[in-house]
Structures are given as C-alpha cells and as structure tokens.
C-alpha cells in the first residue's frame, strides 16, 4: 500500500480487492496507476536494497521484508506490471484457517 501511493500521482488510483481463489485462501490484490516497473526489474524488486525506479526514498528493503512476512505465513507475493507508465499490481495470497479465533 505504501509504495503503490509513494509511487501514484495526486490524481492517480490506488485500489485494494480480496478474494478467494480456492476455499482454504484468501487473495489481496493492490493496484495502481503509477510509474509501473520495467519488465527486467519484475524479477529483482523482492531482493534487499534493490530499488528499481530512480525515485530514491528509503532503503529498499519494503519489498524484501513484505514477501519474507508473507512466505512466513504459509503464503506468496507476486508483481505484475505492463512497464513504465503502466501502474503495477502486487497479490497476495495467503492461506486461511478453517477456525475462528
């Protein structure tokens, strides 16, 4: 969420949508109309300090520590852009417990 509105215009969209792919996991999709990643940059942008646009804020470690907390909990993260200018979409899966707390 952080990145999608770092990286979005004032005037851009930011949007977030779950769902469930299968009955045992629950999907979040975050999406944006941003600066987008170049396509031999999909690859990386999970690695630490690795910042795949010019604009420099931060350490590059957001990514990095995100999938780690995902992986942590059973679940995957992934990166999908069209390229520069095309915004970006990162889902989220993770899995579900079939108790209540």
Same mark, same amino acid.
Do not use: C, W
């Given at each position: 969420?952080?990145?999608?509105?770092?990286?979005?215009?004032?005037?851009?969209?930011?949007?977030?949508?779950?769902?469930? *792919?299968?009955?045992?996991?629950?999907?979040?999709? &975050?999406?944006?109309?941003?600066?987008? &990643?170049?396509?031999?940059?999909?690859? =990386? &942008?999970?690695?630490?300090? #690795?910042?795949? %646009?010019?604009?420099?804020?931060?350490?590059?470690?957001?990514?990095?520590?995100? =999938?780690?907390? *995902? #992986?942590? %909990?059973?679940?995957?993260?992934?990166? %999908?852009?069209?390229?520069?200018? =095309?915004?970006?979409?990162?889902? &989220?899966?993770?899995?579900?417990? =079939?108790?209540?707390?």
């Amino acid at each position: 969420m952080r990145n999608a509105g770092k990286f979005t215009s004032d005037f851009g969209e930011v949007s977030v949508r779950t769902y469930n *792919v299968t009955s045992g996991s629950i999907s979040i999709q &975050i999406s944006d109309s941003g600066v987008g &990643i170049a396509p031999e940059n999909l690859d =990386k &942008i999970f690695e630490p300090f #690795e910042q795949a %646009h010019s604009r420099r804020e931060g350490l590059g470690l957001g990514l990095s520590i995100s =999938k780690a907390i *995902v #992986e942590m %909990h059973g679940g995957s993260i992934q990166a %999908h852009s069209e390229g520069l200018g =095309k915004g970006a979409t990162f889902v &989220i899966e993770l899995p579900t417990s =079939k108790t209540a707390l």
